[in-house]
């Protein structure tokens, strides 16, 4: 019997240089698909990963060891590698800058996986285009983080982010749509969250999640919800985007959009007081709603 998954995870993995403000540096494998893949597995979708590196560069299958999810990867000429400059403890300032990209993702690539859902988890403009997006609708919900379409690697291979040119193309075929605070003010023109959510529910997308270090806000198209992030320290805050709405898509699923949405912010909050991705279970996060959330 054929293989299909709740959740395909898909996007590239990266070489990350985090020097925080005091100058420490450490270097890891990370990426969205790692804090995502793992947050997937961690809320108990049969969840799938397909990530793309060069394997001479990073040891993929080290990163995700002891994951409760299938992992698929292509080689590609190089791996995504980033440098995270942080200037400030709570880490809001940083600046980026690219040491390499991954080649882009084509549907061919994994049109072997059944999935019900394609959660895109890329890092910069060009890992995934629209001819992708508008396949992978045709075979499944899109859940699509919108860093991907907005941060762009420049020639000095410092990062910026600049407006999604096909936004209003795209935007109707996205069934959950992921922006932070900055990022939902870049595509609207707005910083009222509230409004920002509406206008890209009006250009398509179907539920939209703007997160913000206070909250995750999420609407549907009928109300605006909000859940207040409760984490006791911010160790880990690094992935708390991706973490966040993994949890949010995957809850959803089974689940009303409150119920997902306090699952999600539970589990970023938990998430954010240990470096690294999520490596709890279910019952982590239920007890931490028990004890934060009731």
């Not at 084509?106 to 394609?118: L, Q």
């Not at 909250?215 to 805050?237: F, H, M, Q, W």
């Not at 995957?250 to 490596?279: C, D, I, Y």
Request: hydrophobic share 40%; with cysteine.
């Amino acid at each position: 019997m054929e293989k299909e998954y709740d959740v395909l995870v898909v996007g590239p993995v990266s070489l990350d240089h985090n020097i925080d403000y005091l100058g420490n540096e450490r270097s890891e494998v990370g990426g969205a698909v790692v804090a995502s893949g793992w947050a997937a597995a961690g809320s108990g979708a049969k969840a799938a990963i397909f990530c793309k590196l060069n394997p001479e560069e990073a040891d993929v299958n080290e990163r995700f060891e002891g994951i409760k999810a299938d992992l698929y990867w292509k080689p590609s000429a190089h791996t995504c590698s980033i440098r995270n400059q942080y200037f400030t403890a709570d880490k809001e300032k940083r600046a980026c800058t690219s040491l390499g990209k991954c080649d882009p993702f084509r549907f061919d690539e994994m049109a072997d996986i059944k999935t019900k859902m394609y959660h895109f988890a890329g890092l910069v403009y060009g890992d995934f285009d629209g001819e992708l997006i508008r396949e992978s609708a045709k075979h499944g919900k899109v859940a699509v983080d919108v860093q991907c379409m907005l941060r762009h690697v420049e020639p000095d291979k410092t990062m910026a982010f600049h407006d999604w040119a096909d936004k209003k193309e795209i935007l109707p075929l996205i069934d959950y749509l992921k922006t932070d605070a900055a990022e939902a003010e870049i595509l609207t023109g707005t910083n009222d969250r509230v409004k920002a959510a509406h206008m890209l529910h009006e250009w398509g997308a179907k539920e939209v999640m703007i997160s913000h270090n206070t909250e995750l806000l999420v609407y549907d198209g009928e109300k605006i919800y909000t859940c207040p992030i409760k984490a006791r320290n911010l160790s880990g805050r690094t992935g708390r985007g991706d973490t966040a709405f993994a949890g949010y898509i995957n809850e959803r699923q089974h689940a009303s959009v409150e119920e997902a949405l306090l699952w999600a912010t539970a589990l970023v909050s938990l998430k954010m007081e240990t470096p690294g991705p999520f490596r709890g279970c279910r019952e982590d996060v239920a007890a931490y709603i028990n004890e934060f959330y009731k």
